[in-house]
């Protein structure tokens, strides 16, 4: 089991930055992929950004490419989500997640949940 806790989450002004940490406890979280999701209200949760165990591999989602940064530090057991030039339709709960199954960067891969920490872009 891993539990998964967001933090840096705010009210940041179009342009500005932030950046997400997910701290995580249990198990090893060498041996997970880890990802980040999002969730505005009404919409579907959407994936952002993914990193794999060894951090080898990255993945973007269009949106945000060139402006968001994915990192992980294994000896921290911790995952970041570098967020530049954010833009208002950024605003939503923002997700950790996790697994030890790799697969697609889709949604249904991940088994580990954090409890969201929420962005607002104003504009």
């Known amino acids: 089991q891993v539990q998964l806790v967001e933090s840096g989450g705010g009210l940041v002004q179009a342009g500005g930055s932030l950046r997400l940490s997910c701290a995580t406890s249990?198990?090893?979280?060498?041996?997970?992929?880890a990802g980040w999701f999002r969730q505005a209200p009404g919409k579907e949760r959407e994936s952002v950004a993914g990193?794999?165990?060894?951090?080898?591999?990255?993945y973007y989602a269009d949106a945000v490419k060139g402006r968001f940064t994915i990192s992980r530090d294994n000896a921290k057991n911790t995952v970041y989500l570098q967020m530049n030039s954010l833009k208002p339709e950024d605003t939503a709960v923002y997700y950790c997640?996790?697994?030890?199954?790799?697969?697609?960067?889709?949604?249904?891969?991940?088994?580990?949940w954090g409890q969201g920490t929420q962005v607002t872009v104003s504009s």
């Open positions: 249990g198990r090893t979280f060498s041996s997970y992929d």
């Open positions: 990193i794999t165990r060894t951090g080898l591999s990255i």
């Open positions: 997640a996790a697994t030890n199954s790799p697969g697609s960067w889709s949604r249904k891969t991940y088994d580990y």
